[in-house]
């Protein structure tokens, strides 16, 4: 029998869409080994396509047991022994094997980056029977039918071993940071503590809490100060003003109080209007950090979310590889093919009509560069399948920005008008767009606040309506919300694009931070200031950025990855020595921090009956369902409670009732949006969906 | 020896790692308030109370000073 080639794709829509695309009819068979789903295409001769499951293998502990450390010996091994929800992966990789041994030709076709050139290395190294010397690579950037044709028309002779090493590195020395830390701050806690907790830190993890820590402490540690703001009223052609005193913070009452009183019942004298034009360069394309931010600030998503939402758009073949940190359009990419795609979408027309009328097209690039891939560009092709509103949105948002970055800038004035008023300064401040440039191809997602001023000339007099004299205090540091830090994260280069946004989720899902604007939780301190006492090296962001680099000339060749794990081996072993000399007293601080979170996990707020009790979510021994009730039931002196919801996550805002001030609690439910409960079985916001149930079972 | 304000332990005057912070703020801040407003250390340590945007350690910190009557260490110029 004639043997085929083998192409191994990373995710099975992946698969799909390249035994699409090298099939000459474009109609692959689908066949199935164990429900496993594999295509056979025909073009030259036979092409089999499978996929994986993103990583098929992972790293375990060479020597059993769950709880030992230091733990420094490892193997790489199929997911489905070491982890116990992946059971599937097993038929997986037997059907991969099973297909290999009829193959003659082997393709790696996982995404062009570390972790795909990992995933394919470990299966052709372990399910082809070490094929890894003699695969061919394919290389691409969108899973269009050209590009997928051309990359395969044009395979790379060998895999990219550089990248592989790079993608080893980083896991094996993320496992071995994770595992002994983590088994070391468990172990040490749970020895104190009859109630098993799972406390666990990482490479990255460390240095990103200790940012947000930082943080958190000045906010916590916060002092405001006072300050005064004068605005002045003013009346222009009939139209109201506040025009702004010339000392944005005045520091004394007294100084604010002269400022006032010499203002009040004065007009003004329009001193000089300054004019000023400045061009706003077009934006830059979109890197994966980029397009986060931009979503983040515009809909609101969180940085994962944005990259599941890029990566199905990706599979769909509607944009390029999104993980990227390129901000690069090389001219290789067909624009105008591009743009005559977009042309198809009717409020593209226009905007993609002037575009291909221009003799020539020059995006404006920055500075950043990416080997594997440019910078995320939308395909132009049109969704085979209706398209979720977020998916909408981020396609809507990386086609403008393609757009837009074409065209040249956009003009701006801004109008700065003085005001004498008894001396005293004050200004006034507008601003309008002169030529919209690329303003137009990336509405409505530029944000240009126009904010329109009457014409004004030098000498011209001005009545003031009334003076306002305003107390202020001074803010502390904002919190940072998942974009922020992600910046933080890209700024300090720790982490990487494809692993920072899973961070974030690691130290919410162990409560190490809440909420969307970050707080860092008493849980999330002490488990820092542990690492920090103990271990200040494994949460320094000087050493964890230098590991970054160093693991990045890998990519180069100018290191080696068995002399990092070397150094990594070398970083941990005297931490884990000091953690292991006092496990007694880490245990203790931690597992009263453990302690201490769950309890207040559940509490709600004081009792507002008996007022001095405690509200708490509580479980019923007999029934086992949730409720709210006061800690004073126990010593017999309240009975209150509150029913829950039994299904959904509840969390306690420590937000009291806008209608009733009492306490709230939240509920997040899978599919639903959260909705917050208030405990008060009297509360207006009650009778609001009792009468509007009501109202709409009378119709 | 334990914090004036939490259980952890005292690490400077008084004070644990988190609260003496707050403590230095609190103190410090005083002569920017009284140099604005003119206003005697215990009405100044009942503003930054109440203030919505005083942070908790510092709060913590205002509340016991308050409460001990403890007088600041500092000039108000």
């Known amino acids: 029998m004639e043997k085929y080639t083998l192409v191994i794709a990373e995710k099975p829509d992946a698969a ?49 047991g769950r709880s030992h450390y230091p733990v420094f010996a490892f193997k790489w091994v199929p997911r489905y022994v070491a982890e116990k929800g992946a059971s599937h992966v097993r038929a997986w990789l037997e059907t991969i094997s099973k297909l290999a041994k009829g193959a003659g030709v082997f393709v790696d076709a996982c995404d062009y980056d570390i972790e795909g050139s990992l995933i394919g290395y470990s299966i052709l190294k372990h399910a082809c029977e070490g094929k890894d010397h003699e695969a061919k690579r394919m290389k691409y950037s969108t899973l269009t039918k050209e590009e997928i044709e051309r990359a395969y ?4 002779p060998h895999l990219d071993f550089a990248l592989i090493e790079a993608g080893r590195a980083r896991h094996e020395v ?35 809490l200790k940012f947000l820590a930082a943080r958190e402490k000045s906010i916590r540690a916060f002092v405001p100060a006072p300050y005064w703001k004068v605005t002045a009223q003013v009346k222009i052609d009939g139209q109201a003003f506040g025009a702004e005193h010339g000392k944005r913070t005045i520091k004394t009452k007294e100084e604010a109080d002269t400022i006032l009183n010499s203002c009040k019942g004065r007009t003004g004298l329009v001193e000089k209007v300054v004019t000023k034009q400045f061009w706003q360069s077009s934006p830059l394309p979109f890197d ?12 609101g998503y969180t940085p994962k979310r944005t990259a599941n939402i890029a990566q199905h758009l990706y599979l769909d073949a509607l944009i390029s590889y999104p993980r990227t940190s390129s901000q690069e359009l090389p001219h290789t990419i067909d624009y105008r093919a591009i743009l005559r795609n977009l042309n198809r979408v009717p409020q593209y027309k226009q905007l993609t009509a002037e575009l291909l009328a221009r003799p020539e ?9 990416d080997p594997a891939h440019p910078a995320i560009y939308p395909t132009g092709n049109i969704p085979e399948r209706t398209l979720e509103a977020p998916e909408r949105n981020v396609l809507s948002l990386i086609s403008r920005r393609f757009m837009a970055v074409f065209v040249e800038p956009s003009s701006i004035q801004s109008v700065k008008a003085y005001i004498n008023i008894n001396d005293n300064r004050f200004f006034l401040g507008g601003r309008r767009v002169l030529k919209e440039g690329w303003l137009r191809f990336y509405a409505p997602f530029a944000r240009t606040a126009e904010i329109a001023l009457p014409p004004l000339k030098g000498g ?67 488990v820092l200031e542990v ?54 007293k880490i245990g203790e601080q931690l597992s009263n921090a453990v302690r201490e979170a769950r309890t207040e996990e559940r509490a709600v707020a004081s009792c507002p009956i008996c007022k001095t009790g405690k509200l708490v979510i509580l479980y019923s021994r007999k029934t086992g369902k949730r409720f709210v009730g006061c800690t004073n039931h126990f010593q017999g002196q309240c009975n209150t409670s509150f029913p829950l919801p039994q299904r959904g996550t509840i969390r306690v805002p420590k937000k009291s009732c806008s209608l009733c001030n009492w306490p709230t609690v939240q509920v997040i439910a899978k599919g639903r949006h959260p909705w917050t409960i208030c405990l008060n079985p009297e509360c207006p916001s009650r009778n609001g969906r009792r009468g509007k149930i009501e109202v709409q079972s009378m119709h | 020896m334990k914090c004036k304000v939490c259980t952890r332990k005292a690490v400077r005057k008084g004070y644990c790692e988190r609260h003496v912070r707050a403590y230095e703020n609190v103190t410090k801040n005083y002569v920017v308030w009284n140099k604005a407003a003119e206003l005697p250390w215990r009405e100044y340590l009942s503003e930054i109370a109440k203030n919505p945007v005083t942070g908790e350690w510092a709060r913590d910190v205002a509340e016991y000073l308050s409460r001990t009557g403890e007088e600041p260490n500092v000039k108000a110029s």
């Open chain 1, 16 to 64: 799909k869409r390249i035994a699409q695309a090298l099939d000459v009819s474009q109609k692959p068979a689908i066949m199935h080994d164990k429900r496993v789903p594999y295509y056979s295409a025909k073009r030259d001769g036979e092409i089999v396509v499978v996929s994986a499951l993103g990583h098929l293998y992972t790293i375990t502990a060479a020597q059993k």
């Open chain 1, 153 to 156: 028309d044009n395979l790379l």
């Open chain 1, 174 to 208: 993320d496992w071995l940071y994770g595992i002994n830390l983590t088994r070391a701050l468990t172990t040490s806690a749970n020895k104190t503590s009859t109630q098993y907790a799972t406390l666990s830190t990482g490479r990255v993890q460390g240095p990103t």
């Open chain 1, 288 to 299: 994966l950090s980029a397009l986060q931010n931009e979503a983040y600030n515009l809909f």
């Open chain 1, 361 to 369: 097209l020059r995006p404006n690039e920055g500075e950043k560069h």
């Open chain 1, 460 to 526: 011209q007099t001005i009545p003031v309506k009334k003076v306002i004299l305003e107390r202020r205090f001074t803010r502390p540091p904002p919190r940072h919300n998942p974009c922020s830090l992600l910046r933080k994260m890209d700024q300090h280069e720790i982490g990487t694009k494809a692993t920072r946004a899973d961070i974030m989720q690691t130290l919410h899902d162990r409560k190490y931070i809440r909420d969307e604007n970050i707080v860092v939780t008493d849980l999330g301190f002490e």
């Open chain 1, 531 to 584: 690492l920090e006492e103990y271990c200040p090296t494994v949460v320094s962001v000087r050493m964890t950025r230098e590991l970054e680099h160093r693991m990045n000339r890998i990519l180069a060749a100018s290191e080696k990855r068995e002399k990092i794990l070397e150094e990594a081996v070398g970083i941990l072993k005297p931490a884990l020595e000091k953690i292991r000399e006092n496990e007694k």
